[in-house]
């Protein structure tokens, strides 16, 4: 047993593990009191704080624009003249992977559909202008405000470990030039779990809005009664165990790294055979009427507030994704991070927002514009489906408007398995890596650990799923990622004394020697 929690931090390890078990026999026993409850905090969340979450985009582009500024941005993370760990195409595959999973197919699919019929700025639903306001905003949600969250967890995690030599990728060590001797007692260890229930929260929202989908696409295409609905998502969630309980098994770099090229290979696929079997040139019109849209309101999108508005759709949009992406700033900073050995600081906050973004964008100008047009052509009315059926329903409307429906809808099938089960095998990875000590660069978190994390989120899942469904797995992250945001502006200062000092230790030493 020693030898099993060996390097386990077990002051991190028990609380996070107890909590997580109370919660989720809690969701199960008493389903109705604690579904007030999530509600109750996810309305004091978006309500009062929604302002907050907005603010925290624009501190993270501010910390973007000082690393481009300051000579900070060309520490290498790691030593003179060492190479990049990972060619640049695998390190954009696993971040991407990582960072976006099955949610981005779906809802780049969904979401113009549900922006066309209820847009912001007081736009008239179903009219011209909100059909190129559809298009563009998904855009937003997932692009340069999404990535920018990730910036400041990265850096603290990659420059602690390939600068500092610190044998750990917890963001508690990251904030220590604030706490100080107050990282290894409480303040340090409350950090570290909010740090894991924000990675539980996120990949809890990712898993609950991708299997209610892919259970009901397997249903239409094998023909199996509804009332079978749940047995299927269990075995769904299954299956992810035992993708990435393998991809686990084979570590880091023969198992997600693996994982994140199948998955970038046959998603581009699935794109490009959407964008040259659909409506080619109108889809590449309405991205280039996007792009000016997104530049032209952009500030005004990220500070769209409704104050003298019942607004609705800042909270239910705009604050849903910013408590998305802040919860999962804690996966994405530890993980890429980890493979960012090699880069210098400019490299990679620039790399993985241009590439994020781009990627994001790609998905949502073919998904996005392939069922606005259905939508406004008269194929297929998806804003009725979404009204009077599922999420699921709409999805299936939609493949089975391409050739060979039932191949498309098998493949997507897949590339929505293996989308997922990447993110959370990265998931795991992390949170493995937040409850060990002595993490060695060139080490993995211990197997058991990883699968045993993966394991406890994706039963977390199903509790959630069983008791009340899609709409509180959605709220999980917003909920979650409140708490995460004082972690957010704690790494963003830390970051930037941690740097700041080094930078001029070895200016003076320069001197000396000189």
């Known amino acids: 047993m ?31 009191e604690s579904m007030c409850i999530i509600q109750r905090l996810y309305d004091v969340c978006t309500e009062k704080f929604g302002w907050l979450y907005q603010l925290t985009c624009f501190a993270c582009f501010g910390f973007l624009i000082w690393i481009s500024c300051s000579k900070v941005g060309n520490i290498k993370l790691g030593e003179s003249g060492e190479k990049p760990q990972y060619s640049d195409t695998l390190w954009i595959a696993m971040l991407f992977t990582a960072g976006v999973g099955t949610s981005i197919v779906i809802l780049g699919f969904l979401e113009p559909i549900y922006y066309v019929s209820s847009p912001p700025f007081n736009i008239e639903p179903m009219s011209e202008m909100a059909y190129e306001y559809a298009h563009m905003y998904g855009q937003f949600h997932w692009g340069l405000g999404a990535w920018a969250f990730y910036n400041p967890a990265i850096i603290a995690v990659a420059y602690m470990m390939y600068v500092r030599k610190e044998s750990t990728i917890r963001l508690s060590s990251a904030c220590r030039p604030i706490l100080k001797k107050n990282t290894d007692r409480w303040p340090g260890y409350c950090i570290d779990i909010f740090v894991i229930f924000g990675i539980v929260g996120s990949i809890t929202t990712s898993l609950g809005i991708g299997t209610p989908v892919l259970a009901n696409i397997i249903r239409e295409v094998f023909g199996i009664p509804q009332q079978y609905e749940l047995e299927i998502k269990m075995v769904i969630l299954v299956i992810w165990v035992m993708i990435f309980g393998t991809s686990v098994f084979l570590g880091l770099e023969k198992g997600i790294q693996r994982l994140s090229n199948i998955n970038i290979i046959m998603a581009f696929v699935f794109m490009m055979a959407v964008f040259l079997i659909g409506p080619t040139v109108v889809i590449l019109k309405m991205e280039v009427n996007s792009l000016g849209l997104y530049i032209s309101n952009f500030f005004r999108m990220s500070t769209y507030t409704q104050p003298f508005g019942d607004g609705d759709f800042t909270r239910n949009w705009t604050v849903f994704y910013w408590g998305w992406w802040i919860a999962f700033m804690p996966m994405m900073g530890m993980f890429v991070g980890k493979i960012s050995r090699g880069r210098t600081i400019k490299n990679v906050v620039w790399g993985q927002l241009i590439w994020g973004t781009a990627g994001c964008c790609l998905s949502f100008m073919i998904f996005g514009g392939y069922s606005l047009y259905l939508q406004k052509s008269g194929k297929v009315d998806l804003v009725s489906v979404l009204n009077k059926g599922t999420q699921s329903d709409a999805i299936i409307a939609i493949l089975k408007t391409l050739p060979m429906s039932r191949i498309m809808m098998i493949f997507l099938c897949v590339v929505c398995f293996i989308y997922l089960a990447t993110t959370i095998d990265s998931c795991a990875y992390v949170l493995a890596g937040v409850t060990t000590d002595d993490l060695e660069p060139t080490k993995d978190p211990a197997r058991w650990n990883r699968l045993f994390w993966a394991i406890l989120f994706s039963i977390l899942s199903i509790a959630i799923m069983v008791v009340s469904g899609i709409e509180t797995v959605k709220i999980m992250s917003v909920v979650t990622g409140i708490f995460l945001i004082l972690v957010l502006f704690l790494l963003m200062v830390a970051v930037k004394i941690r740097l700041e000092e080094d930078l001029s230790e070895k200016k003076k030493k320069e001197i000396n020697m000189g």
């Not at 099993?4 to 109705?32: A, W």
Request: aromatic share 12%.
């Open 2 to 32: 020693n030898k099993l929690f060996r390097n386990i931090n077990l002051k991190i390890f028990i609380p996070s593990c107890l909590t997580l078990i109370i919660l989720i026999s809690v969701l199960l026993f008493f389903s109705v």
